[in-house]
């Protein structure tokens, strides 16, 4: 409990298994999950339905992060948890090149339909939260998520998305639960990887 949001104590809690997430007005937590959920980049589930939907999408990276934090913060999202703290602290972060967003723009209107984002550091993409304003739109950037950190080649290079908790929504998709000492263990191999192209930038 406690500690506060300069880039270093962040960045040092994602190598380390931590992750921070406020349980209450002013009183921040750095939370490792027992069991931790991930999705394994060779097991993305895409039906055919959604692969029909991404279509309707263009994808692109951190053209508009703070506008992708902002969706994700409305307070009128159930299970709103991202203070104007935690914004200004992943804002920050983004502009000195370590949290990025994945956007989904509507090929019909031109308009941000969904998106995600999250810190990236060595092999490790650590998802924070995603919204949609279109069908599968966040869905949308989740596959292009995992193309970016490489797909097959990148879970066979060690490549890490984690996504923190499991919810039946994710674990549709192919999201899956490992104990926190083989997180930990993944999580150390991911670090000594570089950076996906899409994040070296």
């Known amino acids: 409990m406690g500690a506060d949001l300069e880039p270093g104590t962040i960045l040092t809690a994602y190598r380390n298994g931590l992750f921070p997430m406020p349980v209450e007005e002013g009183l921040m937590a750095w939370w490792s ?8 980049l060779d097991r993305l589930r895409v039906g055919r ?5 991404c279509t309707r999408f263009e994808v692109r990276v951190d053209t508009v ?3 992708v934090v902002a969706a994700c913060a409305d307070r009128a999202r159930a299970g709103h ?27 019909e209107d031109g308009q ?20 949609h304003r279109r069908s599968d739109a ?7 998520l995992v193309d970016l950190l490489g797909g097959s080649a990148g879970a066979a290079d060690g490549r890490l998305l984690d996504v923190q908790w499991r919810t039946d929504h994710l674990a549709s998709l192919g999201v899956v ?23 070296a930038t």
């Open 138 to 144: 966040s869905k949308a950037a989740l596959v292009a």
């Open 177 to 199: 639960e490992v104990d926190r000492a083989t997180y930990r263990q993944r999580l150390a191999r991911a670090l000594l990887l570089p950076l996906p192209p899409a994040f």
């Open 49 to 53: 339905s959604l692969r029909k939907s």
């Open 112 to 131: 941000l339909a969904g998106g995600l984002y999250g810190i990236a550091t060595g092999g490790l993409f650590a998802g924070e939260s995603m919204f």
């Open 65 to 67: 992060f703070p506008a």
């Open 33 to 40: 999950p027992e069991p931790r959920a991930v999705l394994p």
């Open 81 to 107: 948890w991202i203070t104007d703290e935690i914004v200004a602290a992943y804002v920050r972060l983004h502009r000195l090149g370590w949290a990025h967003s994945v956007e989904a723009w509507s090929l």
